[in-house]
């Protein structure tokens, strides 16, 4: 009877276990059906050339595709082999790098940068290893300066410059953080930086990975990166070159399936352990109490989700929802108007179960609206997106993005209008918002609606981000005499 029981008991596992591989495969089928339809719409919309996107929950790849062209020049589609410039995501690979020293022994996060840089300025002697990679550094921007300047010369001239605030106060997105960190890493490591990153997180490969910060420099199987010109209606090559010191900062090349390797790496605890990967997911404590950003990784949260990653060039990006087993890798080469952070957010309402279940808003769906000039529709579809998503800090730089596209434009100056309007009307505390539309009220010759917005704009803006209140002062005093 034992035995009877047993035998029924196997069976019905076994059932059960096929009804959830088969209820996983419709999932899966469900989810590519939906995500082939958002990116058709998605591309067309933004006009993105080519594009590489997968899908991994649970360590399942769900979606995996090459879609468009890497070269329109050569009618050359995107493929398995096409590599893709990620610009500042590789901040994600040179920050592992740093953490695999710290996991060695070899590095403190506590450091200070003299420890391993000599002769440095008496102002940056105390910085530390943390606000290198936490962009807290204070330190001044190496884009400032012509990229021809040898390192040297470089190095001579940010000497001199003053720091731009108090090491450790705020957050300012900086390339000189990452171009010492790279030093740090050759001076512990003896290698080079590409050497380094290459032995130890790609394990010396030849093939889908390798370093470049050269737009121009012919490597095979690169999708070409486009600018749009808007105004000849066309897109147009990069020239952009950041040279060899630009690396650790931008110059990762690389294959859709390498940076899926590299992720599995990273899940199965072969880059770092779990307690020094939580180390680099840990929030920094800048002094101002406001900014948010981990130890070289941003904090993307999605309808309260919390995901980890960071983007490039407003091309790539990369993200990791720790907590829900999911990571979404996109890959692309050009655009109309940016759209790589909408697109992973909303790749992830429709893949993650828990976002899936609650039917929330797209953000492209507000953008539709907005490229198509339909503002009472966009208005209501955005309150209904920032309700659910009140610290939403994705949407609205796109959406101030294409009202200064529209601003400086006879034909589209009603339409930013609008579009700073709405903006305004769901961020009434954001300066940025207030500043757009008051330029618009400028350009329209309403003085008073300006200067109005203006001040306001000043009064929210209390770090004067961007040194910006100084401009919108001078606005006032213009408006104000007449000039």
Known sequence: MKRLNSFFILILFLINMSCTDQKKKETITEITSEIDTYLSETMELHNIPGLALAVIIDDVIVY???????SLENNQ???????????????LITTTGIFQLIQDGKLDLEDTISTYLEDLPKQWQEIQIKNLLSHSSGLPDIIRYESTLSDKALMEKLFKDDMDFVTGNQFRYNQTNYWLLAQIIEKITGMTFDEYILKYQFDNTTTGVLFSSNSQEII????????????VKEFEKDTNNSGIRGHSGNGLNITLQKFIEWNKRLDANKLLNNKVKYEMWKPFNFANQKDTFLHGWGNYPVNELESYGFSGGNLAAFRKFVNHKATIILLSNGYKIPAHDIIINDIAR??????????????EDVMRFVLNSKYTEASQAYKKFAQENPKDDVLKWSINSIGNLYLYSEKNKENAFEIFKINAEVNPNWWVSLAGLAEVYELKKDSLNAIENYKKAIELNKENQYNYNEQMKNKIEELNTGK
Do not use: C, H, M, W
């Open 350 to 363: 429709i893949a993650i179960p828990e976002l899936k279940e609650k039917a929330p808003t797209l953000e």
């Open 220 to 231: 095979p199987n690169r999708a070409t990166r486009y600018f749009y010109n808007n105004e």
């Open 77 to 91: 589609l995107v493929d398995e082999q096409t590599l893709f410039r990620v610009f500042s995501a590789t901040k």
């Open 64 to 70: 995996e595709k090459y879609l468009g062209k890497s």
